[in-house]
């Protein structure tokens, strides 16, 4: 079985302060790990994931997260934030064989103070 | 662009009602998802289609049955609506599996 803990429920900070968003997993398996950010009034976006490969992976509009085996981590990082980053951020990961499920963790809410 | 769409942002239905909820997207997706969103609870996967006809129960199908009798359009039903599913209600699809996953806007439903 697979659990996400997203240790941060809410993360105020100063616009083009630097910000990481923790994010924790639990498996006994090998898996995938994806950050997706949903901004307000809509759907969910896929920010970046984690297939095999490079253990750091970036996304288009400056955030990045590495995974870290050893301490079962994913966590998204961006260093210097920005007003539009204001949104919900999920960790979620599925399991690499036999994929027949997905875990969300419970969002972190990032708030951006100018 | 991949777009799924939602019948509707907002609903609000009463107690015992039954309430379909539709979706659908414009990619060729073979896989479509249907999730509630809690505040605190995040995401929790209701049902999943890997193809036409078939479905597959995810953590929380109690309450909730689904059809998919089209490839691009899949439906979550509520039998007998009760307060406790008062929710958001998100619909994705997926060319793989769950890599990837697009999301709709997600319909707030609104049980009184």
């Known amino acids: 079985a697979q659990s996400v803990t997203q240790l941060d429920s809410q993360v105020p900070v100063f616009e083009e302060a630097p910000v990481e968003l923790r994010c924790n997993y639990s498996?006994?398996?090998?898996?995938?790990l994806f950050w997706y950010v949903q901004y307000p009034n809509q759907g969910l976006q896929l920010l970046l994931k984690y297939l095999s490969g490079s253990t750091l992976v970036e996304s288009i509009n400056g955030f990045e997260a590495e995974f870290n085996k050893s301490q079962t981590s994913f966590h998204l990082r961006k260093p210097s934030v920005h007003i539009s980053d204001t949104a919900e951020y999920f960790c979620a990961v599925t399991p690499l064989r036999g994929a027949s499920k997905i875990i969300f963790g419970s969002g972190t809410r990032l708030s951006i103070r100018p | 662009d991949v777009k799924v769409t939602q019948s509707s942002r907002y609903l609000v239905k009463r107690t015992g009602e039954k309430v379909f909820l539709e979706c659908v997207q414009d990619?060729?997706?073979?896989?479509m998802f249907w999730y509630r969103q809690d505040p605190g609870l995040g995401l929790r996967l209701i049902y999943f289609s890997y193809d036409v006809k078939m479905k597959e129960k995810g953590d929380i199908p109690e309450g909730y049955s689904v059809s998919r009798e089209k490839k691009e359009r899949f439906s979550l039903i509520l039998e007998s609506a009760s307060t406790n599913q008062t929710s958001m209600y998100l619909c994705?699809?997926?060319?793989?599996?769950?890599?990837?996953?697009?999301f709709g806007p997600g319909t707030r439903l609104t049980v009184t």
């Open positions: 990619m060729d997706h073979e896989n």
């Open positions: 498996s006994s398996v090998s898996v995938y």
């Open positions: 994705a699809s997926s060319f793989e599996g769950f890599n990837e996953q697009y």
